[in-house]
């Protein structure tokens, strides 16, 4: 499967579920502002390695909320702590997707240590993350969306050709903002 097909998923089932959703820097935002485009949405511009720490914020602060983070292998190896903090808080209304690709794609396709050894779905357990699954096909990933915990998609390298996110950080920042400020998502 295709990164930018499991976040086109990942990006329906969050709105149908009324999700805020996170994505992570670089090609995966870019292809999640192409797909499904919302206010609902936090695109990260910088902080590679933070979209998993950035959502496990949001659901602790607003936990009527259901929240969903997408996070790249590579991301996630730079900051396995947000394994273990996840586990702790262990949130109801979280869901920390990782598209492991084995590369990081938004800076040349380098190879990351899932490549070859590296297994982030057992890390997650290791760091005692109550809900794990790993995901390799659409139907896969569509029924583990209502899941909390980690969910690990396994995808195959590549970027798909979008434009740059149309929206300056002030302009994602506000309307996010604005769209989560109520204290609950019907308000």
Known sequence: MKRIEAISIIAREADSQGALLVGNIGYPSRELFAVGD?????????????????????????????????????????????????ADQDPDNYLLVILDNGCYGSTGSQPTCTSRRADLAKLAVGAGVSEVKVAATAGEVRSDMAKKGVLVVKVEIGNADVPVIELSSEEIIERFMARSAPSSPSS
């Open 38 to 86: 919302r206010a609902s949405n936090f695109y990260m511009l910088g902080s590679m390695g933070l979209a998993s720490s950035i959502g496990l914020g949001l659901a602790l602060a607003l936990p009527k909320w259901r929240v969903i983070a997408i996070d790249g292998d590579g991301a996630v190896l730079m900051n396995l702590g947000t394994l273990a903090t996840l």
